[in-house]
């Protein structure tokens, strides 16, 4: 089974605090993507990988960076955390070929709380 | 842009149908993803459809539609474990990896 893995499921931070979100996949697939979930808008990508130190932006990357040393670890970081940026954290993994899979379905992993003070 | 769109809530009773649209206007269109999300928890993955017609799959069916721009989701012989969120989810393109999602519709089974 796939599993996709996020280092907290609840995390409390203070204004200003630098604050980081590990994610780890253990089928290894090549993309690897953070989104944040809110009530009345659904999944919203920040950053996205598709190799080890590669990344791109997403829809809102703004006040978020992100960091893939590894394949199967991706880093989302909030530089210095504010109180809009409280919200439920999904990490999701893919395949980047599809002959090594039937679609890009993506795997998510159990999310973070995030609440910032 | 993206422009997904589905029903925020929808109420069932337990045994019955529901069905939950999905309609969409995207820059591209390769396939169309439902995911369930129960709360607290990770989506996880119900169908996926690429040429229109209906897949069924157990109790759900999921149906497209692409001249259209739409697709449904078919939840039947509605259970309380049922009650969750369901995504909507566009992937534009097969060699864009990012997916579209919609805001998400949340059903809830009675008894």
């Known amino acids: 089974d796939v599993k996709v893995t996020q280092s907290s499921r609840y995390l409390v931070k203070r204004t200003g605090e630098k604050v980081f979100l590990e994610c780890v996949q253990d089928m290894d697939h090549e993309n690897m993507f953070w989104y944040r979930q809110d009530p009345g808008l659904g999944l919203r990508l920040i950053y996205f990988?598709?190799?080890?130190?590669?990344?791109e932006k997403g829809d809102i990357p703004e006040g978020y960076s992100v960091s893939r040393e590894k394949k199967e670890r991706f880093s989302l970081i909030l530089e210095s955390a504010s109180t809009n940026q409280t919200s439920m954290y999904l990490c999701a993994s893919s395949f980047i070929l599809l002959d090594r899979g039937p679609n890009n379905e993506q795997f998510f992993g159990p999310g973070t709380r995030l609440t910032v003070l | 842009g993206q422009n997904i769109d589905q029903p925020t809530e929808m109420t069932a009773t337990e045994g019955a149908i529901v069905q939950i649209n999905c309609t969409y206007q995207t820059s591209g269109f390769n396939g169309l993803f439902w995911y369930q999300q129960h709360a607290g928890e990770a989506p996880t993955f119900l169908s996926y459809?690429?040429?229109?017609g209906l897949e069924e799959k157990g109790r759900f069916s999921s149906f497209l539609s692409r001249s259209k721009g739409y697709s449904y989701l078919l939840l039947k012989e509605l259970q309380m474990k049922d009650s969750a969120s369901y995504l909507c989810a566009v992937s534009p393109t097969s060699n864009d990896y990012k997916l579209s999602f919609g805001a998400g519709t949340t059903v809830t089974v009675r008894a």
């Open positions: 459809n690429v040429l229109d």
């Open positions: 990988s598709y190799d080890v130190k590669m990344k």
